[in-house]
């Protein structure tokens, strides 16, 4: 029977890969720079959001799609940043986001008028590593109350992602966190992460963060797409 | 495609059931409390056994059953508290344990020299929530680092669980977390939850906890199996 039961999860990862490829070549085409945030539940993705929507929504055009296993709560906090839709993907239990619900969502953006998208996923540092949605990256957050052994025992998701930014910087003090050790064990599962430390709460990092955003939304206007 | 999927999975589930069953029988049978914990990776659940294991080891036979993606880091952690096999679970990516892992990982067990098995999830919010290990009772952690909106975000792991532990409690005056609203929120989605606050790291809210293992373990041993 586990035949069986691989046989069909790589049919359908087949599946899911190939409308990934389609919503990549979309937003290529629209020269869309787009995230797919990875973590934890509660390690910071909602507050981090807010803080960018908030930052940049003036400055260029942002689309939010959130991800969640019950409530749209994230993307009702999200709105209230942005004139722009936020679209809330409920998935009812579902442990991950897939590429045809971030189809689906497309057809509600006009990616021609969208510089950036902003995809947070389901809180959960395992599934949703497997799964390409046809974003530009994956970044993984990882909150320093996680503890510095997190990118071992979870490698998968630092291995797919470009970006990793650890939160909650500001509870340092508070810890016995071996920051220094964080790093190390991350770089260890993947040697070219690019790091980002902050506290969306104080703000401390958050420069940085948005600044390799507007680079990453500057590089993707440049593209001549394919 | 999806009904496959679907057919599959329901017999993937109702294959897991049947063999937890049996777990749940064995560990009745031989008078053994056991407690199957889950929660977010990083959420404290190796530290809290940690804890309980240095507290109650001299006192009872406690056996514990470690689930990791990778590494098995926590086993090795445990085991520094206890002269008894520690045994670890390496699911290498999988999301959570399942009831085949734990009846292999009893084979090593002799639950008639055990009083308390301690089983501690793969780090994952979501999925571990559906599969019947044939614990006594599941256990949700999760760390007030999180947010007081998790149980709504993830009922189903509130909704399986008996007993919730609220964690890291230390960190409160350092965080704009909502107590009150956390456990308003968690009994929203399972009024018959019992809730323990603690702090492994400090030890305050121990007492209470270690008197509640106790108490389920005499229980459990004046039960007469059936």
Redesign the interface.
């Known amino acids: ?1 586990s035949v ?2 691989i046989d ?1 999860r790589e ?2 990862m087949a ?1 899911n890969d190939e409308i990934a490829r389609d919503v990549r070549q979309r937003l290529e085409a629209a020269r869309t720079a787009s995230f797919n945030f990875i973590s ?4 910071g993705k909602t507050l981090l959001l807010e803080r960018t929507l908030a930052a940049l929504n003036e400055e260029m055009r942002v689309a939010v799609v959130t991800g ?4 749209q ?2 993307a009702d906090r999200l709105a209230r940043h942005t004139d722009r839709l936020v679209q809330a993907v409920v998935t009812h ?1 579902g ?1 991950h986001l897939d590429a045809r619900q971030i189809e689906t969502a497309l057809a509600s953006i006009d990616l021609h008028e969208t510089d950036l998208l902003l995809i947070e996923n ?6 949703p590593a ?1 799964w390409d949605l046809g974003e530009s990256a994956k970044v993984v957050l ?2 320093i ?3 510095e ?2 990118p ?5 998701a630092f291995q797919v992602a470009k970006v990793a930014v650890l939160t ?1 910087l ?2 340092l003090p ?3 966190f071996d920051l220094a050790g964080a790093i190390r064990n991350a770089r260890d599962v993947n040697p070219l992460l690019r790091f980002f430390f902050l506290s969306a ?1 104080s703000g401390a990092g958050m420069e940085d963060w948005l600044a390799f955003l507007r680079a990453r939304v500057t590089e993707r206007r440049r593209t001549v797409p394919a």
């Open positions: 029977m069986t039961v069909v049919r359908v599946r934890s539940p509660g390690a969640d296993c019950q409530t709560n994230d239990g442990c389901v809180g959960n540092l395992v599934c497997a990882f909150s109350t996680e503890g052994d997190k071992l025992k979870y490698p998968k909650k500001d509870l508070h810890l016995d709460r």
